[in-house]
């Protein structure tokens, strides 16, 4: 038996992300996948990041991940979503290169230290005494290990539809794991099924762009990575079409033979990314729906119509396409369809993203019912850090609500699970003005350096930026008078009042280069963005210190895994239900578990207090 | 689980008590004591004895109520006794001796109905009131409160709110989606919404609190040494609560008078004379009191005839004490003239002072508040107020999350999906 710390099933984003962490804290670590061509595949649209989910990817990033360095390696178009808003809300956004992202990823996992790759079939989990003991492959090999990480994406009883056709299988051309399901199922994790889609893919030279509104790149130079500097390959524009009446009407004589509306596919699917049949259906009075297309590479042809998913028969979808403007001559290369497959109930995972059930294995990615790939890279960090720190004795890697989107995403899985594939978005995170997709390494990169993540590089940018930011800050403990402030051209009222460069910023008609018109040359412009975001929304951030501090107090209370809610007092079957299900692991945690009372906590408060005692 | 009862119909000497026992021990302790229980939910007597050596302890009317559908949520039995201390006192002694079955804690029956999804926060809240309710309009208005009155309105406004949220997290998450407006027009509409959401809040807040009608309206009766506010007092009253000489400084520390009328609850409180200058510490620790009693009242009774003195939230009748004495027919036109000793005035003094409690106390037909759900409702109307103030979306949004974060308080209830719900359910959103 080939001996590893950590095997990774499945080379998607969450695998990938979560072998490179693992590997990166030292573990022996292995990565699975069908086929090793198709390591960092994207599997659905040609795009990294956006709102919330750009959040997640400079997340990643801050802990030295692969996607946001892939995205920049590949990006045809960057697109900075909700520029005219504050930073926090500000989602960086770009098309990639399908090709040349993968073969970033792959580069990046060929060149890590501690990992291989390896090309195969999971046929079976090996368990010692109800703990991980490796993993049988399809071919006989035996691969030791004390901890898995199944980041299988749709590949769990995977079933395509596309009209009123069905086929075994995750995405086109592969293979289903279905054995593995089986045996997932057999452990009794709590399973469900959720449905997704994906568009047509369209032939970029029967595109009649000319006809059509382009949607060009950005022309400032910011990066996903923050380890890249300026545009690696030349950039290109996206169009923007919308469907008519007539789209509408094709759409609608096709319904009936729709597997969404057949009743074919129970499973729900994501509310915010319904499939075009669903936006006429549910929204019959809007006269028309966007839709950009969105080029699928630098030497593809290949255009993906972001805004038609679609899971009708390919003859509606054929009249479809070709009764949007622009795109009447269009030729679909392969059809849209929808897929349904298993997840594993998310409340069955601790904040380790490890499965209560069994000792050793963890889950990362759609199997834990989440949609995009920001989303299953930000869990592969996790799952990866987490299943390397069992494996090795070093210390888990927790991320709580207060420090990052991930640490939001993780928490709302394993409290609330999911009723539709999880996507982030601002909204979910109530932090939402500290946790800034441009804070990121300031937020996060004393975690990543205490749990081992960074490598050399990364190290020594951090520190240089780290220097940086205290000089910045003794520069903005600068006070400076109105008359000052006015005589650089700053809109103030002549009060008199002395105010610190930081308390200045915070008034409207004031810029920086009116209160520290030099010696700001050498600073990062990212930085600087970043302490001037800061000041401005001091006021605001203070007055949440209040609440971080009671969450994080209440997170302080430890209850153990194995808590008996039955056995508390005065809780009703309802809490003791959504409790066990949730299995909190503090009372903050608790507390945020929907439908949990003050009651409740209450009462789990005391009775934790009896436990331990 | 302990098994807890306790009298629930007041303390006795009384005609009847009524005993409840609630918990899963409920049903065998009370057939310990009273043999084979009639059905459930139907009244049956029975002779209670004492389990130990079959001493009888009362025959009393019983009723026996199955879990979950009960007031607790748990098992609950009433035993309908006879009123006697002796008889309460020994059929307490033998439930205490089954086994886990102990005395209630104050208010345990109301937490456990909570703990078991039977009642929301401001319904448990509203029942205590209830259970306290002294008064009919205090009984009007506490029921209103038990029966979701505070939880229906919440609930109305938290909706407005949660589509306001809808609307800028809209803005915000989904901007580059053509559905949803992201343009000044759309900014001002959250904004005047929010303005007048806080605005309603505000007006309902400015309501007088649910606590003057449970605790009665606090009228302090100030004066110099010797004006009479003792002997007024005890008028009002209509009992010697108070002790009553010709000699000054009789009263040293404040004296409180619960007084019921007219469905009206008053507490009365007589204060130490407000002497110039005095050297005895007593004295002068009786003036301190008698200056915070002051500044605490709902209503002033001002016995001096110096000019009356103001205070922020404390409305004041200026009386004209000892009309009877010589030299002091002449009641000055804005004052009431009285004289306990002839009785002259007094009648005139309450109706006055009822006139003045319609706007101490919340309307009948009124959201009755109380503090707790005041000040997070306070919270919520400030935020509502600074989210109209913002330009920037991200900071309304910011103030909504208050809001939200104050409301969800109040029934007990939070979540960011009621957000994502409205959201979706309005706005065609996605790609």
Same mark, same amino acid.
């Given at each position: 038996?080939?001996?590893?710390?950590?095997?990774?099933?499945?080379?998607?984003?969450?695998?990938?992300?979560?072998?490179?962490?693992?590997?990166?804290?030292?573990?022996?670590?292995?990565?699975?996948?069908?086929?090793?061509?198709?390591?960092?595949?994207?599997?659905?649209?040609?795009?990294?990041?956006?709102?919330?989910?750009?959040?997640?990817?400079?997340?990643?990033?801050?802990?030295?991940?692969?996607?946001?360095?892939?995205?920049?390696?590949?990006?045809?178009?960057?697109?900075?979503?909700?520029?005219?808003?504050?930073?926090?809300?500000?989602?960086?956004?770009?098309?990639?290169?399908?090709?040349?992202?993968?073969?970033?990823?792959?580069?990046?996992?060929?060149?890590?230290?501690?990992?291989?790759?390896?090309?195969?079939?999971?046929?079976?989990?090996?368990?010692?005494?109800?703990?991980?003991?490796?993993?049988?492959?399809?071919?006989?090999?035996?691969?030791?290990?004390?901890?898995?990480?199944?980041?299988?994406?749709?590949?769990?009883?995977?079933?395509?539809?596309?009209?009123?056709?069905?086929?075994?299988?995750?995405?086109?051309?592969?293979?289903?794991?279905?054995?593995?399901?089986?045996?997932?199922?057999?452990?009794?994790?709590?399973?469900?099924?959720?449905?997704?889609?994906?568009?047509?893919?369209?032939?970029?030279?029967?595109?009649?762009?000319?006809?059509?509104?382009?949607?060009?790149?950005?022309?400032?130079?910011?990066?996903?990575?923050?380890?890249?500097?300026?545009?690696?390959?030349?950039?290109?524009?996206?169009?923007?079409?919308?469907?008519?009446?007539?789209?509408?009407?094709?759409?609608?004589?096709?319904?009936?033979?729709?597997?969404?509306?057949?009743?074919?596919?129970?499973?729900?699917?994501?509310?915010?990314?319904?499939?075009?049949?669903?936006?006429?259906?549910?929204?019959?009075?809007?006269?028309?729906?966007?839709?950009?297309?969105?080029?699928?590479?630098?030497?593809?042809?290949?255009?993906?119509?972001?805004?038609?998913?679609?899971?009708?028969?390919?003859?509606?979808?054929?009249?479809?396409?070709?009764?949007?403007?622009?795109?009447?001559?269009?030729?679909?290369?392969?059809?849209?369809?929808?897929?349904?497959?298993?997840?594993?109930?998310?409340?069955?995972?601790?904040?380790?993203?490890?499965?209560?059930?069994?000792?050793?294995?963890?889950?990362?990615?759609?199997?834990?019912?989440?949609?995009?790939?920001?989303?299953?890279?930000?869990?592969?960090?996790?799952?990866?850090?987490?299943?390397?720190?069992?494996?090795?004795?070093?210390?888990?890697?927790?991320?709580?609500?207060?420090?990052?989107?991930?640490?939001?995403?993780?928490?709302?899985?394993?409290?609330?699970?999911?009723?539709?594939?999880?996507?982030?978005?601002?909204?979910?995170?109530?932090?939402?003005?500290?946790?800034?997709?441009?804070?990121?390494?300031?937020?996060?990169?004393?975690?990543?350096?205490?749990?081992?993540?960074?490598?050399?590089?990364?190290?020594?940018?951090?520190?240089?930026?780290?220097?940086?930011?205290?000089?910045?800050?003794?520069?903005?403990?600068?006070?400076?008078?109105?008359?000052?402030?006015?005589?650089?051209?700053?809109?103030?009222?002549?009060?008199?009042?002395?105010?610190?460069?930081?308390?200045?910023?915070?008034?409207?008609?004031?810029?920086?280069?009116?209160?520290?018109?030099?010696?700001?040359?050498?600073?990062?412009?990212?930085?600087?963005?970043?302490?001037?975001?800061?000041?401005?929304?001091?006021?605001?951030?203070?007055?949440?210190?209040?609440?971080?501090?009671?969450?994080?107090?209440?997170?302080?209370?430890?209850?153990?895994?194995?808590?008996?809610?039955?056995?508390?007092?005065?809780?009703?079957?309802?809490?003791?239900?959504?409790?066990?299900?949730?299995?909190?692991?503090?009372?903050?945690?608790?507390?945020?578990?929907?439908?949990?009372?003050?009651?409740?906590?209450?009462?789990?408060?005391?009775?934790?207090?009896?436990?331990?005692? | 689980?302990?098994?807890?009862?306790?009298?629930?119909?007041?303390?006795?000497?009384?005609?009847?008590?009524?005993?409840?026992?609630?918990?899963?021990?409920?049903?065998?302790?009370?057939?310990?004591?009273?043999?084979?229980?009639?059905?459930?939910?139907?009244?049956?007597?029975?002779?209670?004895?004492?389990?130990?050596?079959?001493?009888?302890?009362?025959?009393?009317?019983?009723?026996?109520?199955?879990?979950?559908?009960?007031?607790?949520?748990?098992?609950?039995?009433?035993?309908?006794?006879?009123?006697?201390?002796?008889?309460?006192?020994?059929?307490?002694?033998?439930?205490?001796?089954?086994?886990?079955?102990?005395?209630?804690?104050?208010?345990?029956?109301?937490?456990?109905?909570?703990?078991?999804?039977?009642?929301?926060?401001?319904?448990?809240?509203?029942?205590?009131?209830?259970?306290?309710?002294?008064?009919?309009?205090?009984?009007?208005?506490?029921?209103?409160?038990?029966?979701?009155?505070?939880?229906?309105?919440?609930?109305?406004?938290?909706?407005?709110?949660?589509?306001?949220?809808?609307?800028?997290?809209?803005?915000?998450?989904?901007?580059?989606?053509?559905?949803?407006?992201?343009?000044?027009?759309?900014?001002?509409?959250?904004?005047?919404?929010?303005? !007048?959401?806080?605005? &309603?809040?505000?007006? /309902? $807040? %400015?309501?007088? @609190?649910?606590?003057? =009608?449970?605790?009665?309206?606090? +009228?302090?009766?100030?004066?110099?040494?010797?004006?009479?506010?003792?002997?007024?007092?005890?008028?009002?009253?209509?009992?010697?609560?108070?002790?009553?000489?010709?000699?000054?400084?009789?009263?040293?520390?404040?004296?409180?008078?619960?007084?019921?009328?007219?469905?009206?609850?008053?507490?009365?409180?007589?204060?130490?004379?407000?002497?110039?200058?005095?050297?005895?510490?007593?004295?002068?620790?009786?003036?301190?009191?008698?200056?915070?009693?002051?500044?605490?009242?709902?209503?002033?009774?001002?016995?001096?005839?110096?000019? !009356?003195?103001?205070? &922020?939230?404390?409305? /004041? $009748? %200026?009386?004209? @004490?000892?009309?009877? =004495?010589?030299?002091?027919?002449? +009641?000055?036109?804005?004052?009431?003239?009285?004289?306990?000793?002839?009785?002259?005035?007094?009648?005139?003094?309450?109706?006055?002072?009822?006139?003045?409690?319609?706007?101490?106390?919340?309307?009948?037909?009124?959201?009755?508040?109380?503090?707790?759900?005041?000040?997070?409702?306070?919270?919520?109307?400030?935020?509502?107020?600074?989210?109209?103030?913002?330009?920037?979306?991200?900071?309304?949004?910011?103030?909504?999350?208050?809001?939200?974060?104050?409301?969800?308080?109040?029934?007990?209830?939070?979540?960011?999906?009621?957000?994502?719900?409205?959201?979706?359910?309005?706005?065609?959103?996605?790609?």
């Amino acid at each position: 038996m080939s001996p590893f710390d950590v095997i990774v099933v499945g080379g998607g984003h969450a695998g990938t992300e979560a072998a490179a962490a693992a590997a990166r804290r030292g573990a022996r670590t292995a990565l699975l996948s069908f086929d090793l061509a198709k390591l960092g595949a994207m599997s659905c649209n040609p795009a990294i990041g956006g709102l919330g989910k750009g959040h997640i990817v400079r997340e990643v990033d801050a802990f030295d991940g692969l996607i946001a360095r892939a995205a920049d390696r590949a990006a045809i178009h960057y697109r900075m979503l909700n520029r005219s808003k504050g930073a926090a809300v500000q989602g960086p956004r770009v098309q990639a290169d399908r090709v040349r992202y993968a073969a970033a990823i792959q580069a990046m996992l060929r060149g890590q230290p501690g990992l291989t790759l390896i090309e195969g079939e999971a046929e079976q989990l090996l368990v010692q005494q109800g703990s991980v003991a490796g993993l049988l492959l399809a071919d006989g090999t035996r691969l030791s290990a004390r901890a898995v990480v199944l980041a299988t994406g749709t590949f769990l009883g995977g079933r395509i539809f596309r009209g009123e056709d069905r086929e075994e299988g995750g995405r086109v051309g592969e293979r289903a794991a279905t054995v593995m399901g089986v045996q997932l199922r057999d452990l009794g994790l709590p399973m469900a099924r959720l449905k997704t889609g994906t568009p047509p893919r369209l032939d970029g030279r029967t595109i009649d762009w000319a006809a059509l509104d382009e949607q060009p790149s950005d022309a400032e130079p910011w990066t996903m990575s923050a380890m890249q500097s300026g545009r690696v390959l030349p950039q290109l524009f996206c169009a923007v079409s919308r469907t008519t009446e007539a789209t509408h009407a094709i759409i609608r004589s096709g319904l009936d033979r729709s597997p969404l509306f057949s009743g074919a596919i129970g499973a729900p699917g994501p509310r915010y990314c319904p499939s075009i049949e669903d936006k006429v259906h549910r929204f019959g009075d809007r006269d028309g729906h966007q839709i950009f297309l969105e080029p699928e590479g630098l030497d593809t042809p290949l255009v993906y119509p972001n805004g038609i998913s679609t899971s009708l028969p390919v003859d509606v979808q054929e009249a479809m396409v070709r009764s949007i403007p622009g795109l009447s001559r269009t030729r679909i290369v392969t059809p849209g369809y929808a897929v349904e497959y298993d997840y594993v109930d998310p409340r069955s995972l601790n904040p380790r993203l490890a499965l209560g059930a069994m000792p050793g294995l963890f889950c990362a990615g759609q199997i834990n019912g989440t949609t995009g790939y920001e989303e299953a890279a930000g869990q592969g960090l996790v799952a990866g850090a987490n299943a390397a720190a069992f494996a090795c004795d070093l210390a888990p890697l927790l991320l709580d609500r207060a420090s990052s989107y991930i640490g939001v995403m993780v928490d709302d899985l394993v409290l609330q699970g999911v009723s539709e594939p999880y996507r982030m978005l601002t909204a979910r995170a109530e932090y939402r003005l500290t946790l800034r997709a441009d804070n990121a390494p300031t937020r996060l990169s004393a975690r990543a350096e205490e749990a081992g993540l960074l490598g050399p590089e990364r190290l020594a940018w951090v520190r240089a930026r780290a220097a940086a930011r205290i000089g910045l800050e003794q520069r903005f403990d600068t006070r400076l008078s109105a008359s000052m402030v006015a005589a650089n051209g700053g809109q103030v009222s002549q009060d008199g009042a002395v105010r610190s460069v930081r308390e200045w910023l915070r008034f409207p008609g004031v810029a920086l280069e009116q209160l520290l018109p030099e010696g700001l040359e050498d600073v990062p412009a990212a930085l600087l963005a970043e302490a001037v975001e800061d000041a401005r929304y001091a006021p605001y951030t203070e007055r949440q210190q209040a609440e971080l501090a009671e969450m994080r107090a209440n997170d302080h209370i430890r209850l153990p895994e194995d808590f008996g809610y039955s056995a508390v007092p005065g809780l009703s079957a309802e809490m003791v239900q959504r409790l066990s299900t949730a299995r909190p692991t503090t009372l903050g945690a608790a507390s945020r578990v929907r439908g949990v009372t003050p009651a409740a906590l209450a009462a789990v408060l005391v009775h934790a207090r009896k436990v331990v005692a | 689980m302990d098994t807890i009862f306790a009298v629930s119909s007041g303390q006795p000497p009384a005609a009847i008590a009524l005993l409840r026992v609630s918990g899963p021990g409920a049903v065998a302790a009370a057939e310990a004591l009273a043999g084979e229980l009639p059905p459930p939910r139907r009244a049956g007597l029975r002779a209670l004895r004492d389990p130990a050596d079959g001493g009888l302890l009362d025959r009393a009317l019983l009723l026996w109520f199955p879990a979950p559908h009960t007031a607790t949520g748990e098992d609950l039995v009433e035993l309908h006794l006879h009123g006697g201390r002796a008889v309460v006192r020994a059929v307490e002694a033998c439930l205490a001796r089954q086994p886990r079955l102990r005395p209630a804690e104050a208010g345990e029956f109301t937490r456990r109905a909570l703990a078991n999804g039977r009642l929301d926060l401001s319904e448990a809240e509203g029942l205590g009131d209830l259970l306290m309710a002294e008064t009919e309009a205090q009984r009007r208005a506490a029921l209103a409160t038990a029966e979701g009155a505070v939880r229906r309105q919440v609930e109305g406004w938290q909706d407005r709110l949660l589509m306001l949220a809808a609307h800028v997290e809209a803005m915000l998450d989904h901007a580059d989606e053509e559905d949803v407006a992201d343009d000044f027009g759309a900014l001002e509409n959250i904004r005047s919404g929010c303005e !007048a959401l806080g605005a &309603e809040l505000a007006e /309902v $807040l %400015a309501a007088p @609190p649910v606590e003057r =009608l449970r605790d009665g309206i606090r +009228v302090v009766l100030a004066g110099p040494p010797n004006s009479g506010k003792s002997t007024l007092l005890n008028a009002l009253a209509d009992r010697e609560a108070a002790i009553v000489s010709p000699i000054a400084g009789t009263t040293r520390d404040r004296i409180e008078a619960p007084v019921v009328r007219n469905g009206i609850a008053w507490v009365l409180t007589d204060t130490a004379g407000l002497a110039e200058n005095t050297d005895d510490p007593i004295e002068r620790i009786g003036i301190a009191r008698a200056e915070e009693a002051m500044q605490r009242a709902d209503l002033l009774l001002w016995l001096a005839d110096d000019p !009356a003195p103001e205070i &922020e939230g404390v409305q /004041v $009748l %200026a009386l004209h @004490p000892r009309a009877d =004495l010589p030299g002091r027919g002449a +009641v000055p036109s804005d004052r009431i003239g009285l004289s306990v000793a002839q009785g002259w005035g007094i009648v005139e003094l309450w109706s006055e002072m009822e006139r003045m409690a319609r706007g101490l106390l919340p309307r009948e037909d009124m959201l009755a508040l109380n503090r707790r759900q005041q000040d997070l409702l306070h919270d919520a109307a400030c935020a509502l107020a600074d989210a109209a103030a913002h330009h920037d979306p991200l900071l309304i949004a910011e103030e909504l999350r208050r809001a939200r974060a104050a409301f969800d308080r109040v029934t007990g209830r939070a979540d960011v999906e009621g957000v994502l719900d409205a959201l979706f359910g309005r706005f065609c959103i996605g790609k």
